[in-house]
């Protein structure tokens, strides 16, 4: 079985699992969209919008069907062009 890279959005994966698995919902949720409007066409992109999904759908079996609405909504938008062309490198302070 090969090794798989590890790179910044498959750490943020990772990450965004952990939360998930310890029951830091609203994280998760962060940093699976961020992965999926960031870093479309990735496994890890897709990964997260598995996840998504699926988190709605958990959400709105709880009765929170305006939170899960939201999230299918968001899913179901189209991603902005990125504006200035070029990556987006974040700071320490959250900055470009």
């Known amino acids: 079985m090969a090794?798989?890279?590890v790179t910044p959005v498959s750490l943020m994966l990772k990450?965004?699992?952990s939360w998930q698995q310890e029951g830091k919902i609203h994280q998760?949720?962060?940093a699976y969209f961020k992965?999926?409007?960031?870093?479309?066409?990735?496994?890890e992109a897709t990964t997260a919008e598995e996840r998504l999904l699926s988190l709605a759908q958990e959400l709105e079996e709880k009765g929170m069907v305006y939170a899960a609405m939201r999230?299918?909504?968001?899913?179901a938008t189209p991603?902005?062009?990125p504006t200035g062309g070029g990556r987006y490198i974040l700071?320490?302070?959250g900055r470009r």
Do not use: C, H, V
């Not at 992965?35 to 496994?43: K, V, Y």
């Not at 999230?71 to 899913?75: I, S």
């Open 71 to 75: 999230m299918y909504e968001k899913l």
């Open 15 to 17: 990450r965004a699992e």
């Open 79 to 81: 991603p902005a062009a």
């Open 35 to 43: 992965m999926a409007e960031n870093f479309s066409g990735t496994d």
């Open 28 to 30: 998760a949720i962060d």
């Open 3 to 5: 090794e798989q890279k």
């Open 91 to 93: 700071s320490p302070m």
